[in-house]
């Protein structure tokens, strides 16, 4: 990728001109006055989204029950219709896609499905930096199988607290290994795991394999056709703007459609006779019969608002301004912050960067609190970590270089001397 990058405004102003996805900006509500830079923790409000809800409100409105009837059952089938959207970010069939439930549910559900200790493999595989749901989901399902997680967690540790070894995570998948899970992008690092290929090692030893997509759906394209994975869980909050607590996503290989979920429910039996109302669970033919209960359609209409202007942007249009926003913030971050004492924990190669940047300095939560006095939205992540995510859809190359302007003026006043240490409940 061509990347001349220049130091001057004029240089960022001129980008914004060229860029083929500026016109989205406008889909999408800005907190008034901010730059917005927490995408990854909760994407925009679209205008989009925002008529779905409405909609939906409306067919509620006028239909009462009938909802579930109307346009040939679309409301009741409505994690189909979402997935037929989502399915080109995912590389994957519709019908391996459903939209139910949460990722920590999502994770639940697919541990309950595929793990299956016996004496000689019952450990699940997964990673020191991984995000603690994932985590607690993954203790508590060994629990559930009068196992300890001492014993049957096994942990592939980080060389450097911030990144993991591809090569650590391969060693790791001993024969008494059944099941690992493995974020796509780390949390903290944004560092990319290559899906494909520890997918097909896993399988090599004969290890079910799933991933937490949370971090990379929407902003890295994803090929689960050839990758071949198991399973897979997401959020759609983040880079996808869905919304707060927006249903969440599971994939599951059409490979394993014959298996039975973990966990049943009536909105998991095949359609055409959930509402005969036996008490033999007969299930879905696909993915559907991963879903547990009724769909919660206020929170899975913004989602069909939002994956309709990812559609029209393209997911390989997203992923190339995407980079070409964190290689110019990392840029800037290089010749104009490096003497401040900030680090970027990201791998700065492309091929292995999700969507954020990761700026470590030892003062970063109070660096962090500065930044949001200047009306610049980041997140914090413990210890050191300012994640900044440009999102393709929404900021522009002018807003990275006024973050980089405004960190600079922080550092050169000291003026984040002036805020505690004390840590706030949400970061
Ligand atoms: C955001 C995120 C979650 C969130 O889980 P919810 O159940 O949706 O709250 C889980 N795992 C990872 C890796 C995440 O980044």
Not at 33 to 61: F, P, Q, T
Not at 397 to 421: A, H
Request: proline share 4%; net charge neutral; with cysteine.
């Amino acid at each position: 990728m061509e990347k001349n990058f220049e130091l001057t405004p004029g240089y960022a102003k001129a980008q914004d001109v060229k860029d083929e996805l500026a016109p989205f900006r406008k889909r999408f509500y800005q907190v008034e006055g901010h730059i917005y830079m927490d995408g990854n923790s909760l994407g925009l409000c679209s205008r989009d989204a925002e008529s779905a809800v409405m909609n939906m409100l409306d067919v509620w409105k006028k239909n009462g029950i009938y909802l579930w009837n109307i346009e040939e059952g679309r409301y009741y089938q409505y994690s189909r219709t979402l997935a037929k959207l989502a399915a080109p970010l995912l590389g994957a069939s519709p019908e391996e896609i459903c939209i139910a439930g949460n990722t920590t549910i999502n994770i639940h559900q697919a541990i309950s499905t595929f793990y299956k200790p016996n004496q000689k493999r019952f450990k699940i595989l997964v990673d020191e930096l991984n995000f603690p749901t994932d985590i607690y989901a993954v203790h508590s399902q060994v629990l559930g199988k009068g196992l300890n997680p001492a014993e049957a967690v096994k942990v592939v540790p980080s060389r450097d607290g911030l990144l993991i070894d591809e090569e650590d995570i391969i060693a790791a998948m001993t024969d008494d290994v059944a099941l690992a899970l493995l974020p796509a992008v780390f949390y903290r690092s944004a560092q990319l795991l290559d899906i494909k290929r520890l997918s097909a090692e896993a399988h090599k030893r004969g290890i079910i394999i799933g991933w937490d997509l949370c971090h990379s759906i929407g902003s890295v394209p994803h090929d689960f056709s050839s990758a071949d994975a198991d399973f897979a869980v997401w959020c759609n909050y983040k880079y996808l703007s869905g919304g707060p607590g927006c249903t969440a996503g599971l994939y599951i290989n059409r490979k394993h459609f014959g298996l039975m979920p973990g966990l049943w429910g009536w909105f998991g039996n095949e359609p055409k006779t959930q509402f005969r109302m036996s008490h033999v669970f007969e299930k879905a033919g696909n993915a559907e019969a991963w879903q547990t209960g009724t769909p919660c359609l206020l929170s899975m209409a913004p989602l069909e608002g939002t994956l309709r202007i990812f559609s029209e942007a393209g997911i390989g249009r997203i992923r190339e301004k995407s980079l070409r926003l964190t290689s110019y913030l990392m840029f800037l971050i290089e010749k104009r912050l490096k003497k401040y004492g900030f680090r970027c924990g990201n791998p700065e190669d492309d091929e292995r960067r999700g969507g954020h940047v990761a700026l470590s300095h030892d003062d970063g939560y109070r660096i962090c609190l500065a930044l949001k006095s200047h009306k610049v939205i980041p997140d914090f992540r413990e210890p050191d970590v300012i994640r900044l995510a440009p999102i393709a859809l929404y900021n522009s190359y002018d807003e990275v270089y006024t973050v980089v302007d405004i960190l600079e003026k922080i550092m050169i006043g000291k003026e984040y001397e002036t805020y505690s240490r004390e840590r706030d409940l949400v970061v």
